[in-house]
């Protein structure tokens, strides 16, 4: 009779995750939702990987806000093309109001996103393990995290203009400023990864394929990084003008190269047997494209062939700037290393311990017994009862700054309420030479902390 009844106790507990499997999926945890793809993934991963589709669902609205099709839309809000006192409306060629708009449109969208990660940011402050209470909200209920994003965006849209727009700018240049140097420092720690994975390979396997592979690859990013110099000096610059493009070219390319030399000195060597010439000239390579991408807000129609000419000449707005095109080759490679970088955050994992200390993560731990029996079921299973794999806090942080990044790269740096014309300024040039300085800075610490603090354990 016992048996009877346990057999049929077992059977309705195996029933239960089917029947109820919808509604587990709106407002359950993590690993329901994606179980069917991802059967043996960690619940931590998953969760990062939800938050950054919410977090790539605002950059896909905010670039159909974009669109000409949209904005005619966009009319029916309060704060459309209004008159701001003492700013005249320019309207020339195809850069008009609902052009404008558009970039509005950006903002508030941005705004959003930022809001809405920014709030689970100060929620999630000192989650030791899943635990915790609050692990819940972050690994489920995201019906309704969708429904609380709505409707912050709704609300985002009802901002009245005034000053929004200008100072939130200002948001945006201090946290796309502080995501460049977060796209670097996994940069960093991927190519440190891939460093120490190969040749560990080439230790194993007793073959020097492997070593020719990390040769072939750090050649081509030196390689890719002249050309990138020349190409820069030929197209940013002019003999007897753009002097200080040729400052920050060359200074940066100083900078490169002794971060290079000191990256193989022999006591780095010994300090850090995996610091090697292809964490450098992946460092460099990027320096190259942020630099670029300063140059191409210079406001100085000789040195930036990427300002836009209306009518017979490019219009000059003020003492500022020049009008530019929203969307250009540095924008869209931009774009693209956005999206590489924000889903690294979501599935790094990494024994880096400097790097790891920067992005509050921890070096990924041993699989327990009895996570691999839940991985044989085929469920995603929590790594987390112990202790969290990463800072909950602080990748929400991330994702707060990659929206004001976004922002920020969508509109080309376009400061609203200056003039009613997209204009580039030297705030965005600065802002990006700035940031490759510190992220060379960064880097250079990550190689010589060991050296300058040797009582601390960095192995």
Not at 428 to 451: E, R
């Amino acid at each position: 009779m016992d048996g009877r009844m346990m057999r049929s106790v077992r059977l309705k507990e195996d029933e239960i995750p089917v029947q109820g499997h919808t509604a587990s999926c709106l407002c359950g945890s993590a690993p329901c939702i994606l179980c069917g793809c991802c059967p043996s993934t960690q619940n931590s991963t998953i969760s990062r990987l939800v938050f950054t589709l919410f977090l790539f669902l605002g950059v896909l609205v905010s670039i159909i806000m974009l669109s000409p099709g949209v904005e005619s839309q966009l009319y029916k809000l309060p704060w459309v093309c209004a008159d701001v006192p003492g700013t005249p409306v320019v309207l020339q060629s195809h850069i008009d109001c609902g052009s404008l708009l558009g970039h509005r449109a950006v903002y508030r969208m941005c705004f959003a996103t930022a809001a809405f990660f920014f709030l689970f940011t100060l929620l999630m402050v000192c989650v030791r393990s899943s635990q915790d209470p609050r692990a819940a909200i972050q690994n489920g209920f995201w019906f309704f995290k969708f429904l609380v994003f709505v409707g912050i965006t709704v609300g985002a849209f009802y901002i009245p203009d005034g000053s929004f727009a200008n100072i939130w700018f200002y948001f945006g240049v201090v946290g796309s400023f502080l995501f460049i140097l977060i796209q670097l420092v996994l940069l960093i720690d991927f190519a440190h990864s891939w460093n120490q994975r190969w040749l560990g390979k080439a230790e194993e396997c007793d073959s020097r394929a492997w070593y020719a592979g990390l040769f072939f690859f750090t050649l081509l990013f030196y390689s890719l990084s002249i050309a990138a110099v020349t190409l820069l000096f030929i197209y940013y610059t002019q003999p007897s003008a753009c002097y200080e493009g040729k400052a920050f070219i060359g200074l940066n390319l100083t900078l490169c190269v002794c971060v290079s030399i000191i990256a193989v000195l022999p006591k780095i060597q010994e300090a850090q047997p995996n610091s090697g010439l292809l964490q450098a000239s992946a460092v460099t390579l990027y320096t190259m494209f942020v630099t670029w991408s300063a140059l191409s807000n210079v406001p100085d129609q000789k040195c930036n062939p990427h300002l836009t000419s209306i009518g017979n000449g490019t219009v000059q707005i003020g003492a500022e700037g020049y009008a530019t095109q929203w969307w250009d080759a540095p924008s869209i490679v931009g774009l693209i290393i956005f999206i590489l970088c924000t889903f690294f955050i979501s599935l790094r994992s990494s024994n880096h311990q400097q790097v790891n200390s920067l992005l509050r993560t921890e070096e990924s731990p041993p699989i327990l017994e009895a996570t691999q029996q839940q991985q044989v079921k085929g469920r995603a299973f929590d790594n987390e009862q112990d202790g969290v794999t990463y800072s909950y806090s602080f990748f929400h942080f991330c994702l707060v700054l990659a929206s004001l990044h976004i922002m920020m790269t969508l509109t080309n740096w376009y400061r609203p309420n200056e003039t009613q014309k997209m204009i580039s300024t030297w705030t965005a040039v600065w802002v990006k030479i700035c940031a490759s300085w510190a992220g060379l800075l960064l880097y250079l610490w990550t190689l010589v902390a060991p050296l300058l603090l040797p009582n601390r354990d960095f192995n």
